[in-house]
């Protein structure tokens, strides 16, 4: 659905992402995972066409994303990005109507089908009974709640989240990591999150992509990609891989940093 042809993205001369290959499987949820600076975020901005290439292809559907007129781009993909801001005094119904902007124009204003998609983006988010309260009133996890709402009133196919866990408690945490795999389980949309957590992305993912300085240093499923070589060669830790209990999927216990001598052999420090 979703694919990139040696793909270059770059903040002014700086390059982030070089030259990268790499396909979003449809209807499943992918992690993009790795260190700090790794280009995650970047790369998510690629996608979404919030950054122009400096060289290759985004394509959705086979199609140039740079194609695409913005409005019909909108209906087929919604992105939330990193710690987004509500007017002051906005209610949550009016944060969720605006999902429907790109299903405006001025021969068509606001209809019935338009109320019936904030209304349900409101209840599968668990929000309507919270629809008049001001969205600057919300504990963090009603807050995220909202503006994912307002994500599933575009009534896109594909939704790109940015650590959309980010400042949240663990409560909160696992109530929007479950929100969207219902999502993902319930309607079918394809979901790419931006996660921190590694043992959040082997939980909730069925395909994780692992950045390590703009390029991909793995992919495919959690049990692929989550390795100890790959922890200690991307992330520079030493660790244990247990299996979840209740599902099968590697769990990452970290015990210890990687580091590498003059010699360029690798040892560990002792803080396990």
């Keep these: 659905m979703i694919e990139t042809h040696h793909l270059k993205l770059s903040y002014d001369s700086i390059p982030v992402i070089d030259a990268l290959d790499v396909c979003i499987p449809a209807g499943k949820i992918t992690a993009l995972v790795g260190p700090n600076g790794c280009g995650k975020s970047t790369l998510l901005r690629g996608l979404s066409r919030l950054l122009k290439p400096r060289g290759g292809l985004v394509l959705l559907n086979g199609k140039d994303i740079h194609t695409i007129p913005t409005r019909e781009l909108a209906k087929r993909l919604g992105i939330l990005p990193q710690g987004p801001v509500a007017p002051e005094g906005l209610t949550v119904r009016e944060l969720v109507a605006q999902g429907r902007y790109p299903h405006q124009s001025w021969l068509k204003q606001w209809q019935a089908e338009d109320e019936a998609a904030v209304n349900r983006?409101?209840?599968?988010?668990?929000?309507?009974?919270?629809?008049?309260?001001?969205?600057?009133?919300?504990?963090?996890?009603?807050?995220?709640?909202?503006?994912?709402?307002?994500?599933?009133?575009?009534?896109?196919?594909?939704?790109?989240?940015?650590?959309?866990?980010?400042?949240?408690?663990?409560?909160?945490?696992?109530?929007?990591?479950?929100?969207?795999?219902?999502l993902n389980r319930d309607e079918g949309r394809t979901i790419v999150m931006v996660v921190h957590d590694l043992n959040h992305a082997t939980r909730h993912a069925h395909h994780i992509i692992a950045l390590r300085d703009g390029k991909i240093a793995a992919q495919g499923s959690p049990g692929q990609v989550v390795t100890r070589a790959l922890l200690e060669d991307v992330f520079r830790v030493q660790a244990d891989i247990l299996r979840d209990p209740r599902l099968g999927v590697p769990i990452c216990v970290p015990y210890?940093?990687?580091t590498q001598n003059a010699e360029g052999i690798k040892g560990y420090d002792s803080r396990g």
Excluded: C, K, N, Y
């Design 256 to 258: 210890a940093l990687a």
């Design 121 to 182: 983006a409101l209840d599968i988010t668990g929000m309507t009974a919270l629809a008049e309260r001001p969205v600057d009133a919300l504990s963090g996890g009603q807050r995220q709640r909202a503006w994912i709402a307002m994500t599933l009133a575009q009534e896109t196919e594909i939704i790109l989240l940015d650590e959309p866990t980010t400042f949240l408690d663990l409560s909160h945490q696992i109530e929007v990591l479950h929100l969207l795999e219902r």
